[in-house]
């Protein structure tokens, strides 16, 4: 018999937040020039991002191509039906990508059929909105790349903080699978009657941790 702790919802309910026309309910100080030597800039690097409340917690670093260097992204964190959510955002709140996280802690299960702790945090929705081979592609963020990195380094760091051994599952899309498995390493997952599904085990952490410098 196995226990298992499930934060549920609806996936189907969650529509890409630009779509929606939102305004920013959020504020930061704008940065108009990011730089390098800390003014301003909260990284994720050290941080606890579980134990953040709602709203801005930091900064990532993505790759402008339109720019030719790098830049810092705001991180904010929401909640969805029992999911975690994070959006990476620029200093006009315009959304590049976002993120939906659901742990699964399991304190207790049948070790016949599972070899390995099969705690994981599933990620129920992961939207690149710099992607034009996608069907919620954004033209006005497509200058941006790094971004679907970016969002699994922050699931890798939410399987790590909730004691789920870095384990990740998702269902990939046909356009995204070349991407999942020979640049992050993941694998098709057993214990899955969708073809499509995937994992990364704990001995597979790397290279997704340490990509583009890590967060």
């Known amino acids: 018999m196995s226990i298992v702790i499930i934060a549920t919802m609806n996936i189907n309910t969650i529509t890409p937040n630009f779509l929606l026309n939102q305004p920013n309910t959020f504020s930061k100080k704008v940065i108009s020039t990011p730089s390098f030597n800390g003014n301003g800039i909260q990284r994720l690097t050290h941080m606890n991002i579980g134990m953040m409340p709602k709203g801005y917690i930091g900064d990532v670093i993505l790759f402008n191509k339109k720019l030719n260097k790098d830049v810092f992204i705001n991180v904010f964190k929401d909640f ?11 200093d006009n709140s315009q959304i590049l990508g976002e993120i939906g996280l659901r742990i699964k802690k399991f304190f207790n299960y049948d070790s016949f059929m599972y070899k390995e702790d099969p705690s994981h945090v599933f990620v129920s929705d992961l939207y690149n909105y710099s992607r034009q081979d996608t069907p919620f592609a954004n033209k006005r963020v497509d200058e941006y790349s790094q ?8 699931a890798q760091r939410r399987s790590d903080e909730a004691q789920c051994v870095g384990n990740i599952k998702l269902i990939s899309m046909p356009e995204a699978e070349f ?17 499509n599904a995937l994992y990364l085990p704990p001995d597979k952490k790397e290279p997704l941790s340490k990509m583009y410098g890590g967060l």
């Open 179 to 195: 991407f999942y498995r020979n640049k992050i390493g993941m694998l098709s997952d057993p214990n899955a009657f969708n073809k």
């Open 80 to 90: 969805d039906c029992g999911d975690e959510k994070y959006l990476l955002k620029d």
């Open 147 to 154: 971004i679907g990195v970016r969002l699994l380094q922050i």
